[in-house]
């Protein structure tokens, strides 16, 4: 899926020596807009559940289901509205050449956020959330090709 050195294949299964980075960027803010970089605010065990990947027998025909993510920040210096905020973080592994090779570990939206004390837990679902059609809404038939299309549009895969 991602490109990786011959020396990341290697030391993946030699070492435990590794980063986690991230950023978040607000909804309705500038596409030119960098994000925030809330790699010094992540604290505790980030989680990465990708149900219908690591169960096979849990995958119903038919039936979708979101990748989740949950993280943990101490409150960000910055101020912004974080709900439905696209969230990206990576991977870092540290190689014996001393250099940190990144891969991504998918790009998330924030769906929740229980604030406690100084820590923020948030929960972040994958790019199906982008195909959710609010209930009310009249629903169409659509060939292959047209759902195709519209997947493609809504979630940037």
């Known amino acids: 899926m991602y490109s990786i050195s011959e020396e990341y294949q290697i030391q993946i299964n030699e070492t435990r020596l590794h980063k986690i980075k991230g950023k978040i960027f607000p909804k309705n803010w ?3 807009f960098e994000g925030f970089d809330i790699t010094d605010n992540l604290c505790g065990e980030i989680s990465k559940y990708s149900q219908c990947t690591e169960n096979s027998e849990a995958f119903g025909i038919g039936a979708v289901y979101q990748g989740e993510l949950n993280f943990s920040l101490t409150k960000p210096s910055f101020s912004a509205e974080f ?5 990206e ?3 870092g592994l540290v190689l014996e050449s001393g250099i940190t090779e990144w891969i991504p570990l998918g790009v998330y939206y924030i769906a929740d956020i229980e604030k406690s004390g100084k820590i923020m837990k948030i929960k972040a679902l994958d790019r199906m959330s982008a195909l959710d059609i609010p209930s009310g809404i009249n629903r169409q038939t659509y060939n292959f090709e047209q759902s195709m299309q519209i997947i493609t549009e809504k979630t940037g895969v």
Not at 83 to 87: A, F, G, I
Request: hydrophobic share 25%; glycine share 0%; aromatic share 18%.
């Open 89 to 91: 973080l990576q991977f």
């Open 30 to 32: 500038p596409e030119d």
């Open 83 to 87: 709900y439905k905020s696209r969230v």
